[in-house]
């Protein structure tokens, strides 16, 4: 089964709305997108490509956001199976909001330069931040991130300001803060921002054993060790912590937002 | 108007799914997400809230993605204007893909090993080429994005690699380069990779200033100078490339994704 996201946009929406109805169901497919689909010849050239499809058997599904009516007729008549995924819902909500829907006001949205801003700026600010390089900047940080090397700080940080615009910046908690009483010096002045990661020391020796094999560093003692002791660390301290072992980056991001009640700084 | 997305996972799919209906309509609307909602009584409480909400006489609105019918149920009779974004499409697609639809797979499917470390490598990778950095491991990238500093490559990089696990490097271009003939000997090897961006002279003026205000770095006339002499190199060296002043990070990365023929490292 093929499936296509159709847009005259970046077809992310169609992409990540069409892979979550997907993942209902236990079937293997092969998943294309068709970004920036906006002409009548377009359309009518991906309609061929559809028949060519179903001629030689091929079974495909087409999920699709199109706001000109002239194209969008085209591509529902192209598919028995393609799916309008804004069909549905715009009447109602168009009720709801007591506004008319204008397909014109979604392209002006695609970029509102305040937002890019704030999300470039974290961005920045999560690359400067990372890894302690730098940390005359936490007084910025509207969340930092603590954790052993390899427990997730830096996709996560990156997520956040990149999705969210949120300032993130991370420390790696290692032997030296182990040894010292209490939380590192560094630290104390922004406690309440101050989130930590921990993860399964085999899942850790697992991924640092990737990274440099046969090494201190990778070593199953040496990952329960640290494991150990961060976690002693967040426990003692009272720090919020969450332990990433079997989440991605998208799921350790959103808890990590509503367990430290942060807002995306973008509409 | 307040809108929010409610999900017993990350609320993400609701939210980007949610907000892009939410782009047709031309009204200010505040955005709460509720992720992880999983038991009747999170449901039950999220409705009295909800209610209390109605009360005051604040509108609100609902979209959400909940696997669960009981607790569906719940959010369903909290609201008068509840979307349940996965109902209208799941019976047709059941018929279509021939196979029941499971809620329990999508779980299963929250987290994928294999998807989740090739998005982490890809970041890692990015992190470790940026800017130039390293140049040594440029036969490992999947492309490499070429532009003046603050033209757009670090956050395309990342969101390369982030959401569709690509192997992005980036090269900056600079005054040494544009006085050599030629592309940088780092970078012919791999033309086939090589991707331009650029930017409008006055935006990259005004991103400059916001980073180092009347340096000549930030200069209109620099950013002028650099920007002739990089649009120069592509054209010269029959390089495509891709003007981001007005798009955002989604954008520019899709529409690099769609002309360089790159297919995502994810499921």
Redesign the interface.
């Known amino acids: 089964?093929k499936i296509y996201f159709v847009s005259d946009?970046?077809?992310?929406?169609a992409e990540?709305?069409g892979?979550?109805?997907?993942?209902?169901?236990?079937?293997n497919v092969e998943?294309e997108?068709v970004?920036?689909l906006t002409t009548v010849d377009q359309a009518r050239g991906f309609c061929k490509q559809l028949q060519e499809e179903d001629e030689r058997g091929d079974n495909t599904?087409v999920f699709f956001?199109i706001?000109d009516p002239e194209i969008r007729a085209i591509i529902e008549s192209g598919n028995s199976?393609s799916?309008n995924?804004?069909g549905?819902?715009?009447a109602?909500?168009?009720k709801?909001?007591g506004?008319p829907?204008?397909?014109q006001?979604?392209k002006a949205?695609?970029?509102k330069q305040g937002v890019?801003?704030s999300?470039?700026d974290a961005?920045?600010y999560a690359?400067a931040n990372?890894d302690g390089v730098s940390i005359k900047h936490f007084d910025e940080a509207e969340i930092i991130l603590l954790g052993v090397s390899r427990s997730g700080k830096?996709?996560t940080s990156?997520?956040l300001a990149?999705q969210y615009g949120i300032k993130t910046a991370n420390y790696p908690l290692n032997e030296d803060d182990f040894a010292s009483v209490g939380l590192p010096a560094v630290l104390r002045p922004h406690r309440a921002k101050l989130y930590g990661l921990t993860i399964d020391p085999n899942r850790l020796h697992e991924i640092r054993t990737?990274r440099m094999a046969a090494s201190k560093y990778a070593s199953p003692r040496q990952c329960r060790y640290e494991i150990d002791e961060v976690e002693a660390i967040y426990r003692q301290e009272r720090i919020p912590f969450l332990n990433t072992t079997?989440?991605?980056?998208?799921?350790i991001?959103?808890?990590v937002?509503?367990e430290m009640h942060l807002r995306?700084n973008r509409?």
Chains 1, 2 share one sequence.
């Open positions: 089964m946009g970046t077809a992310i929406t990540v709305f892979s979550a109805m997907l993942s209902f169901f236990d079937v998943k997108s970004p920036f599904l956001t706001s199976h799916y995924l804004f549905d819902l715009l109602p909500i168009e709801a909001l506004v829907a204008q397909p006001a979604q949205h695609g970029m890019y801003d999300r470039i961005v920045n690359l990372d830096t996709p990156l997520y990149m990737g079997h989440l991605s980056v998208e799921e991001s959103t808890k937002m509503a995306r509409s």
